[in-house]
């Protein structure tokens, strides 16, 4: 992956949100930019939903509302983060074509009335939007408030599968340029079985609601198109901005939980800055782990280099089944966890609470109950600490651990006739992901085939999908001194989605001395026990050690008498093998176990795994994030400048009970 990086220029951290003022009139504009100033506001993302605002019908554009926006932002000293406005489609274009509108799997269109709600591949959208994107780029490409361009709002969110005939033709399109030729597509799909054989191209449909499962074949395919088909008008808006504007571009991606439309490592070189939006989701065991391992994970998309924050909530959103308010002092850990993991800006969605439209109970910087509350306290004393730890932005985070991500395995994993349904491959990474969180070892996370010279430990979590390539970059690492650690349900599918044969973990086999015969899943609550004592869930798999040590075995259950946990001594390292899914507190001891192999330590003994520990560094200076989750103080070692505060450590520092402290010291390493 090669990256542009054109990182937008700003001192210190920035603290920002997205910024509606077409929600309310100029006299609460004048209050909106006042209070923001208190907060310490600095970087704001306007014009994201603006296009009826700006445009009322072809060629009719008025940009009188935005021109004062940006004029009163300007002169408070508050930069833009512009949004190109496209994200929804006004209605007198989906009503002059309603040809845009998305088509479900089924067939039927999607009406207007959300958000969203137009096709990627449609060529009428996009000779609308993007002279929308040219108006606006021409009018403030040179603006002096322009910090960044925002095209669009979280592409793919809502629309990224469109089914629709012009959806139709252009997957064709890309299928032919991706095999040329019919026998090899035959080939990819496995078209052999059930008579689906294509004899010519215009036989081939995206993969619509069929009467029984569809071709996994091309449904992964589909999803890589999806990607493209996005990416690919990503690009045209860029290509006319950058034309018109030297500011960097870029968009807010969505490393959250569930949200699986596009492979982000193929969209990550072509962003000037990554930026990512997170939201805490209460549907999952461990919300909070979970943002670090997308905090993480979109440092691994930015390539180690900072990143930006570009929205996550002060409080509760409004889009999950129940809404959970954040903590006192959640949203401020929240918020230095991803600067402690590598985010160098700090953006809310949204400023001000709506009082109307969908988003209305979505929590926001400034609450419906105005500033005399807690919520805005914390807002404005964040704004403080952002400041304070300024110095901070453009350092790294340290880690020797990477765990290995691939969204090609999370849609191959997904399909609709797999060995278990209740298991998903996020389930894998962020058991995984936890275990070492848990021990407080920091990681970053890498794509397939990337590099794996700073590691001494690399953890690959159910990469069901794997080239032979990507494998051995993995595999041979291992047997020139690396520790691997390899989860089950890896190296089952080429990229054709096609099982490697001859004992499951295909191209991980040899290296791992295993060899998985069947795989065998169980219910949930169905009681698994390992040798060891542990307990295990929801997965085993019947094979044996061919070269590995078995650490560990099944001793009830399916697999009764199978290796559930094996080290096999690999060239110059170690390779092991975890055939099931421990509980938290024993997947956290095997991981301390592996990690010991690697040398690894993590956090000392006599802290608690609720206190997060992570490391930015520039030159010979680190910045020690100690983010405290627990219910009681805990007293860390450090020595230096303590930044939270304004006071120095000589050798321990106290953090209490939910809060955060930071501490530059001179590195150590
Ligand atoms: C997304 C969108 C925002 C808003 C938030 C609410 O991140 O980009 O416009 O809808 O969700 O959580």
Known sequence: MTTRYRPFTHEGIAYGCDYNPEQWTPEVWDEDIALMREAGVDLVAINIFGWAHVQSGPGEFDFTLLDDVIARLHAAGIRVNLGTGTSSPPAWLTRAHPEVLPMAADGTRRFPGGRQAWCPSSPVFRSAALALVAATAERYGAHPAVALWHVSNELGCHNALCYCDVSAAAFRR???????????????????????????????????????SRNPGQVLDFHRFSSDELLSYY????????????????????????????????????????????????????????????????????????????EHSVGAVNWQPLNKPKAPGEALRNSLTHVARGADGVCFFQWRASVQGS????????????????????????????????????SRVVA???????????WASQNESRPSSHLGYLDK???????????????????????????????????????????????????????????????????????????????????LGVAVEEFA??????????????????????????????????VDGP?????????????EGAAWYLA??????????????????????????????????????????????????????????????????????????????????????????
């Open 174 to 212: 890309w299928l032919r340029e991706r095999y040329e030729t019919l026998a090899a597509l035959n080939g990819a799909w496995g078209t052999a079985f059930w008579s689906q054989t294509y004899h010519d191209w215009e036989e081939i449909l995206p993969p619509r609601a069929t009467i029984s």
């Open 235 to 310: 690009r045209a808006e860029a290509d006319v901005i950058r034309a018109r504007s030297e500011v960097p571009v870029t968009t807010n991606f969505m490393v959250t939980a569930h949200i699986d439309s596009l492979d982000y490592w193929s969209w990550a070189g072509e962003m000037d800055v990554i930026a990512n939006d997170h939201y805490l989701d209460h549907r999952l065991g461990d919300p909070t782990t979970e943002l670090s391992f997308a905090a993480d994970l979109t440092r691994g998309l930015a390539q180690g280099a900072p990143w930006l924050l570009m």
């Open 359 to 394: 988003e209305k109970f979505h929590s926001a910087m400034l609450p419906h109950a105005g500033t005399d509350t807690a919520g805005w306290r914390e807002v404005v004393e964040l704004g403080g600490i952002l400041d304070r730890i300024g110095e901070v932005a453009g």
């Open 400 to 410: 020797e651990a990477a765990v290995v991500f691939s969204w090609e395995a999370w």
């Open 429 to 511: 990474v962020h058991a995984a992901y936890g275990a070492l969180h848990a021990l407080g070892i920091t990681v970053d996370v890498v794509a397939p085939g990337a590099p794996l010279s700073d590691y001494r430990l690399v953890v690959v979590p159910g990469l069901h999908l794997v080239s032979p390539a990507d494998a051995a970059v993995l595999t041979d690492w291992a047997r020139d001194g690396g520790t691997l650690l390899v989860t089950f349900d890896s190296g089952i599918v080429d990229t054709a989605d096609r099982v490697y044969t001859g004992g499951y973990t295909g191209p991980f086999r040899e290296a």
């Open 521 to 554: 899943p169980l219910a949930p609550g169905e009681p698994l026990t390992l040798s060891s004592g542990r307990t295990a869930t929801l997965w085993s798999e019947r094979g044996r050690a061919t070269t590995a040590e078995v650490v560990d075995a099944f």
């Open 559 to 571: 697999a009764a008498g199978s290796p559930a946990l094996t080290r096999n001594a690999w060239g």
């Open 580 to 669: 099931t899914l421990p509980g938290a507190a024993d997947f956290r001891d095997i991981a301390r176990r592996v990690a010991a192999d690697a040398g690894l330590i993590g956090r000392a003994d006599d802290l608690p795994d609720s206190l997060d520990l992570v490391r930015r560094r520039r030159g010979a200076t680190d910045y020690l994030f100690a983010i405290n989750h627990g219910p009681d103080a805990v007293s860390v070692a450090a020595r230096g400048d303590e930044l939270v505060t304004g006071s120095t450590a000589g050798g321990t520092v106290t953090v209490p009970a939910g809060a955060v402290r930071i501490i530059r010291e001179e590195a150590t390493a």
